[in-house]
């Protein structure tokens, strides 16, 4: 069984694992669209994680971890408290490694179109971007800077050598956030 690491799974994934792919998933989009009210803010000024939204024509380069199909549940409900506003699903991942086939991969994402995630007040849709990076370069939360989140994210995308257009785009929005500190 495998699971997806879209963001924090990348660099802390918390749990053991057999194997290690990097590799992307089509359909899919990164969205910085998950408000953090306690691990990357506070509910005065709300940090921001990132979701994984359904967008046709996106390629989102990630990491799969496989794991033992004995640990899955246990690792899903370790996982739970982390993951709260996503849900889990199925996914093909193709792997970076062309030697490899794609295989199916087990990831938390934003389901954008049903009602009670539209009107969920712990996820944003369509936030202007200088809004999101204010947030993400400003928010400190119980676990640490929203800023590092972002960072770790941008650090595994550059060691890949992948440029995701809209993490480019917050960091081109953070970086006078940053220089004016």
Same mark, same amino acid.
């Given at each position: 069984?495998?699971?997806?690491?879209?963001? $924090?799974?990348?660099?802390?994934?918390?749990?053991?694992?057999?194997?290690?792919? *990097?590799?992307? *998933? #089509?359909?899919?989009?990164?969205?910085?669209?998950?408000? $953090?009210? #306690?691990?990357?803010?506070?509910?005065?000024?709300?940090?921001?994680?990132?979701?994984?939204?359904?967008?046709?024509?996106?390629?989102?380069?990630?990491?799969?971890?496989?794991?033992?199909?004995?640990?899955?549940?246990?690792?899903?409900?370790?996982?739970?408290?982390?993951?709260?506003? /996503?849900? +889990?699903?199925? +996914? #093909?991942?193709?792997?970076?490694?062309? /030697?490899?086939?794609?295989?199916?991969?087990?990831?938390?994402?934003?389901?954008?179109?049903?009602?009670?995630?539209? =009107?969920?007040? =712990?996820?944003?849709?369509?936030?202007?971007?200088?809004?999101?990076?204010?947030?993400?370069? /400003?928010?400190?939360? /119980?676990?640490?800077?929203?800023?590092?989140?972002?960072?770790?994210? $941008?650090?595994?995308?550059? =060691?890949?050598?992948?440029?995701?257009?809209?993490? $480019?785009?917050?960091?081109?929005?953070?970086?006078?956030?940053?220089? =004016?500190?």
């Amino acid at each position: 069984m495998w699971i997806l690491g879209y963001a $924090s799974l990348i660099w802390n994934p918390e749990f053991e694992y057999e194997d290690k792919c *990097v590799g992307y *998933v #089509k359909g899919f989009a990164r969205r910085f669209n998950v408000i $953090s009210y #306690k691990l990357r803010g506070v509910p005065e000024k709300t940090g921001r994680c990132a979701g994984l939204i359904e967008e046709p024509e996106a390629t989102c380069w990630c990491v799969a971890y496989r794991v033992k199909d004995e640990d899955f549940r246990r690792i899903v409900q370790k996982l739970a408290p982390r993951e709260e506003m /996503t849900d +889990m699903t199925t +996914m #093909k991942f193709y792997p970076r490694d062309q /030697t490899r086939d794609p295989f199916d991969v087990k990831a938390y994402w934003v389901i954008k179109r049903t009602p009670e995630f539209l =009107n969920d007040e =712990n996820l944003i849709f369509d936030e202007d971007p200088a809004i999101t990076a204010e947030r993400i370069a /400003t928010c400190v939360g /119980t676990i640490g800077p929203n800023i590092e989140y972002f960072q770790k994210l $941008s650090e595994f995308l550059r =060691n890949i050598d992948v440029e995701d257009p809209y993490v $480019s785009e917050l960091e081109r929005l953070i970086k006078p956030h940053l220089d =004016n500190k």
